[in-house]
């Protein structure tokens, strides 16, 4: 298909990618696999409550959101030799568990399938590219602050909240990062994971019961059932979460970090993606922003792709044991992983600032920074979308003359 980003003439082979390979790029992938398998994990595990889900029900769609997306990672993140990231829409899930209380489980996995046969005829369309194009950069950029703000708030409130465990971690950080000759042998990502991990276990903050109950998951067939109201109040915000807010803050995260990324070949993986989650009552895949955020967050840009690629290793092993993995994460303290996180975003948040409001689009660009901050949900769709919006619309009324600018 022409619409589709051709690939590099040559896909590295295994000797190079080890050699691409190293340190930073294994720290930075698994903590793109920590951080998907912890708080969103927990958003499952609450909707999947809300809903009355069985326990296999459950770890199925654990196997559907981990092992399908790592296949695709490896496989995109390989062919076009960029991070490419998928994982699944948390905006998304979090819409889903309402649904659940008057729908029908079938019903939500039939919207599941509609929302995949959409994002794959988009991407096939080659749509996506040219709307993200006419979205101007600074104002893709606020809402992607918007998004990542509550990470380094989260950081500042969880280091003042917890001294014992972030005073030791961010110094550990600030270390590594200060002494470049340290921070080569232990990226300062690695080095706070390592000394939060020490300090979790000398205080006793770590169920030592959950290691080595290892179960492999059992995905269970989804039997989708088709209902007008479900495709209503589902397929339309699931389709905008995953094409515009989505895909458009891991793209954005991945040109700022000097990636072209395929836009509509990523599209159309994740309609594909979609699909092969939905079967097993999985929710829709998508380029995740905080995620591919992780993988680009540190090393040098032609070497990230390995990051991804590791990332997605773990992500199929963690399908396939993903009842056991998941008790293991859950069990570390909420503090550890915000801390982890917020480190991660810190460089990512800073270039979304500089971005957004260095020239061009400024006013748009604070609109939609404040509107996605706001998180107002209207018509079932998060403050992400309307954030792209109200800043956009705002750039085409008060600043036209921004657009003219080549």
Known sequence: ???????????????????????AYAASGF??????????????????????????????????????NGLITITLSWLYRQPLGVYWTIPGTVLVGPALTHLS????????????LIILAVGASGWVRRAMQAVPMPIIMAMVAGVFLKFGLDLVKTVRGDIALGLPMTAAFLLLSAVPNLGRRVPPLL?????????????GRFDA?????????????????????????LVIPLAITVLVVQNGQGFA?????????????STVACGIGSLAAASVGAISSCVTGPTNALLVSTGEP?????AAIWMGLLATVFGLLSPAFT???????REYIALVAGFAMLRVLQAAFVTAFRDRFSLGALVCFLVTVADVTVLNVGGAFWGLVAGLAISRLLERPDFRVA
């Open 1 to 23: 298909m022409k619409i589709l980003e051709p690939m590099p003439s040559t896909v590295p082979g295994v000797g190079e990618v080890l050699r691409d390979f190293g340190p």
């Open 31 to 68: 903590l793109g696999l920590v951080f998907a398998a912890s708080g969103p994990t927990a958003i499952i595990l609450s909707v999947g409550a809300m809903g009355g889900l069985s326990s296999d029900q459950i770890a199925s769609w654990f196997f559907g959101v981990f092992f399908v």
């Open 105 to 116: 489980f079938a019903e939500v996995v039939g919207a599941f399938y509609v929302t995949g």
């Open 191 to 203: 080095g706070a994971l390592l000394v939060g991990a020490i300090v979790i276990v000398g205080l």
């Open 209 to 233: 019961s959950t290691v080595g109950s290892f179960q492999v998951a059992h995905p269970v067939l989804a039997h989708p059932a088709w209902s007008a109201n479900a495709m209503l109040e």
């Open 253 to 265: 995260v991945l040109a700022q970090a000097g990636h072209a990324a395929p836009v509509n070949a």
């Open 302 to 306: 032609r070497r990230h792709y390995t």
């Open 327 to 333: 008790r293991l994460l859950l069990a570390a303290p």
